[in-house]
């Protein structure tokens, strides 16, 4: 059986769990130990200071896009991917949105995992520490090699995108 091997960054931090047996997706919880959150204010980043409290939080005005660190690093198996997306009661009852959705950690990834977040409203949005904001779905995947030669049509599909009609 394959299996993901899981290193926490701070004292603490779990690996992603499942909410039910029958749940596709595991919680990814916001991990905001390291005292600053990498900010993108007009595209440019730059360090923001994490609020202390408790919990400790990230706030992000309007726009705003920040990466939010999970406190781990993890190595997939080969020829898997985790596939990062929205967490379907977050985005409705916030305004958090999952910038590259659905994103993907490869299995050589290396380093923390974070998930790319936008303030996706019209107010100052607030980001706790622990707070799940996102899931990871694994899906398998195969890699096939290019060869080249020529491409003909294979259907009466023509005209690219929407070609199908409604």
């Known amino acids: 059986m394959d299996s993901i091997v899981f290193e926490a960054l701070h004292p603490g931090v779990q690996p992603p769990q499942r909410a039910t047996a029958a749940s ?3 919680d990814l919880a916001a991990c ?3 005292g600053t959150v990498t900010v993108f204010v007009a595209g440019k980043p730059e360090p923001r200071a994490v609020e202390a409290g408790d919990p400790s939080a990230v706030v ?3 726009g705003e896009k920040a990466l939010i660190p999970l406190g781990f690093r993890a190595r997939l ?3 898997y991917e985790a596939q ?3 967490r379907s009661g977050t985005s409705l009852k916030t305004d958090l949105v999952i910038v590259n959705s659905p994103g ?3 299995a050589d990834f290396p380093d923390e995992w974070m998930v790319p977040v936008k303030n996706g409203g019209t107010t100052p949005l607030r980001i ?3 707070e ?3 899931q990871m779905v694994l899906a398998k995947y195969e890699t096939l090699d290019f060869a080249a030669g020529s491409v003909s049509r294979s259907t009466e599909r023509s005209g690219g995108f929407g070609s199908t009609g409604r």
């Open 60 to 62: 992000l005005a309007p």
């Open 104 to 106: 993907t950690i490869d």
């Open 84 to 86: 990062v997306r929205p």
């Open 132 to 134: 799940r904001i996102a």
């Open 77 to 79: 198996p080969v020829g």
């Open 24 to 26: 596709a997706g595991h």
């Open 32 to 34: 905001l130990h390291s």
């Open 128 to 130: 706790a520490h622990g």
